[in-house]
């Protein structure tokens, strides 16, 4: 059995809040996990190695993402929440007069949503071609964190998904009558074209 110093040291490696034991006879007494600072964590970029080229490509494929068009010509991915990629009609203009006001067209982005669990899905998106991730709505982007595993860039306060940033903004449908969201989503946008630009 586990003592309370050991599980913790494991709670925080893991970066889980919260831990339900359903029988603790079945946990075996381990090593202790050694407690690491978040700034000493160096997350390398990742590689495509030619002898390897199946596995680099799988780790570039983000759990719980699925493809709503062909894939990102400009380097974009934008994403929404399953329950929330039916868009009004105004929104979806919205989008589009958004993107087109960072000289990202839309034809050219790619497009995704994500659900609330990584289900084994027939087609998901492979982030080989995308530089950077426009997230509309913080439940989307509470399930990147959860789901497909995007982790926040030590030292700042800004989120990462194999190395691409990711900007969370407002959803459009939040946008249409709030002149102060529409301000915080054109500085969101902004941040979103600083990444482009540094890389």
Known sequence: M??????????KAMDITEWQLRDP???EDIETVPVLN?????????????DQPVKALESLIANGLIPLNQGSKNGLL???????????????????????????????????VIGDKAETASETVN?????????FGNEAGRRLVRVAGARIVP?????????????????????INSNQNKKQAWADLKQLVQFFNND
């Open 25 to 27: 006879q079945i946990v």
């Open 78 to 112: 934008v994403v929404l929440s399953e329950e929330r990629k039916s868009l009004r009609p105004e929104s979806r203009e919205l989008i589009s007069k958004m993107l087109k006001g960072i000289h990202f067209l839309p034809s050219e982005t790619g497009f995704a």
């Open 155 to 175: 030292g700042s306060e800004v989120f990462s998904l194999h190395n691409r940033s990711i900007v969370v903004t407002w959803h459009p449908d939040e946008l």
């Open 127 to 135: 982030l080989e071609s995308i530089k950077a991730i426009l997230v």
């Open 2 to 11: 586990l003592d309370d110093a050991k599980r913790k040291a494991y709670l």
């Open 38 to 50: 978040e700034l000493e964590i160096k997350r390398p970029k990742p590689e495509v190695n030619i």
